[in-house]
C-alpha cells in the first residue's frame, strides 16, 4: 500500500482545510485509515481514524468537533476536513493504514505511512 497526502497549507485561525490521502493496492477498504500529526520539537500523535466501511470514526480530544475524517472507498482516498483551526494545530499531518479492523491510537500499530503534508495555521 503506499499513501501520498495533499491539502496542506497556510491558513488563518479559524479557517477551514481539508486534507486527502490517495491510496494505492486493491486492500483499500479493509485497511483501517488514520491521520496522525507532529508539530515542531513534539511527537507525533494521534488525530482521528475510520474503519474500512467508514461506519466508525475515533478522534482525539483536541480535534473532536472542528474535524472530520471520512473515506471514499471507491476512489481509495481518505479525508481529513479541518474546521475552526488554531494555531496549536500547525504540524506535519500524516495519513496511515492499519491492517485489520481493530481501530488504534498508536502509530506502532499502523503499518504504511504517506509522507505528510504541512498545516500552519497563523494567529
Known amino acids: 500500500v503506499q499513501l501520498q497526502a495533499s491539502g496542506g497549507g497556510l491558513v488563518q485561525a479559524g479557517g477551514s482545510l481539508r486534507l486527502s490521502c490517495a491510496a494505492s493496492g486493491r486492500t483499500f477498504s479493509r485497511n483501517i485509515m488514520g491521520w496522525f500529526r507532529q508539530a515542531p520539537g513534539k511527537e507525533r500523535e494521534f488525530v482521528a481514524a475510520i474503519s474500512g466501511n467508514g461506519d466508525s470514526t475515533y478522534y482525539a480530544d483536541s480535534v473532536k468537533g472542528r474535524f472530520t475524517i471520512s473515506r471514499d472507498n471507491a476512489k481509495n482516498t481518505v479525508y481529513l476536513q479541518m474546521n475552526s483551526l488554531k494555531p496549536d494545530d500547525t504540524a506535519v499531518y500524516y495519513c496511515?493504514?492499519?491492517?485489520?479492523?481493530?481501530?488504534?491510537?498508536?502509530?506502532?500499530?499502523?503499518?504504511?505511512w504517506g509522507q505528510g503534508t504541512q498545516v500552519t495555521v497563523s494567529s
Open positions: 496511515a493504514a492499519r491492517s485489520g479492523s481493530v481501530y488504534s491510537t498508536r502509530q506502532y500499530h499502523y503499518d504504511y
